[in-house]
């Protein structure tokens, strides 16, 4: 399909309208403006949001648009855009797309020359991050970190050797292994930690000090309610011997080649190949 084809005015825009992480007010004018003039409603859970919806009086009808149907309900809204319809896409809370359904959807329609407005608000990540105290200016985002494997480890090497701010998401149930599987790592227990906890909520709550702190916190009260992660840089990392020998060590218990451990370990150190080299013989007996 060639929007190029259609005059402009005959076809609908896709509008992405970021919604409440909690406290219902937390709405721009203009994102009900626009829930309220679009034609229908994309909704990750269309239970969930109907909440919202009649929090604002807004009798939009809706579709939904989630995970398991994403594809399909990529094609239903470009062919509302096609006649004519304009669509707005929510998920369940804050920005769609960021750990949210939505990517496909805006890929297809992006690459089909429609037209895409972003309707900006609440964001859990940026929201933990704008209040935690960290360097706010270069981050990295995480979103999940992975579950196990050799994609966790990379992850938590990732965390250790950033020399920036990095923010990830984390559920109640995993919060305090996640912790203690970074503390476990070379010179991190010092590192500066900080837990955004229901935000925008009743019970809101920063949890801030070293990851030491943070772990014993959590070691004493379980983590309740919906959590962002955020790890301060080290001050300037210095990688030693020892800390070059744990990461073959982990890299041998993956299966890795010595060749291969060595290869990873001095990318995610960021430290040469010989060096590495030089200690991978005992480490890798
Ligand atoms: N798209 C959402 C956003 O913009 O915030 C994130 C969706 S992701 C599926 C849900 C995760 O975001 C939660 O498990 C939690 O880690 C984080 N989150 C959402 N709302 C939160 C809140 N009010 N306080 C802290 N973290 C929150």
């Given at each position: ?41 994309a909704?990750e ?20 648009c ?31 797309l ?12 992006r ?5 895409v ?19 706010t200016?270069i ?18 090497n ?87 020998a744990?990461a ?19 990318l ?7 060096r ?10």
């Amino acid at each position: 399909m060639d929007t190029q084809t259609k005059p402009k005015q005959q076809i609908g825009k896709l509008f992405i309208v970021a919604t409440p992480i909690g406290n219902l007010q937390d709405m721009t004018f203009r994102a009900v403006d626009t829930l309220k003039n679009v034609d229908i409603i994309a909704a990750e859970d269309t239970r969930t949001s109907r909440k919202l919806l009649d929090f604002y009086a807004i009798n939009t009808p809706m579709m939904p648009c989630h995970d398991h149907n994403e594809a399909k309900a990529g094609l239903q809204i470009m062919a509302l855009l096609e006649e004519g319809k304009d669509v707005a896409l929510i998920s369940d809370a804050g920005t769609p797309l960021i750990n949210d359904p939505g990517y496909h959807v805006v890929h297809l329609l992006r690459a089909e020359g429609f037209d895409v407005v972003t309707i900006p608000g609440a964001c859990s990540p940026i929201a933990a991050l704008a209040a935690s105290g960290l360097p706010t200016d270069i981050f990295t985002y995480l979103g999940f970190l992975p579950r196990k494997g050799k994609a966790r480890m990379d992850a938590f090497n990732t965390i250790q050797v950033a020399s920036h701010t990095q923010v990830f998401l984390e559920s109640p149930k995993r919060i305090l292994k996640t912790l203690q599987g970074l503390q476990a790592l070379p010179q991190m227990g010092e590192r500066p930690c900080v837990v955004g906890r229901e935000l925008t909520k009743l019970y809101e709550e920063f949890i801030s000090g070293t990851l030491n702190e943070v772990v014993t916190h959590f070691t004493t009260s379980a983590g309740r309610g919906e959590m962002v992660v955020m790890m301060g840089a080290g001050e300037t990392l210095v990688v030693d011997d020892a800390m070059i020998a744990q990461a073959l060590a982990v890299k041998k218990d993956q299966g890795l080649s010595a060749s291969a451990s060595a290869k990873e370990v001095a990318l995610a150190l960021n430290v040469s190949r010989s060096r590495v080299y030089a200690l991978l013989h005992p480490a890798a007996e």
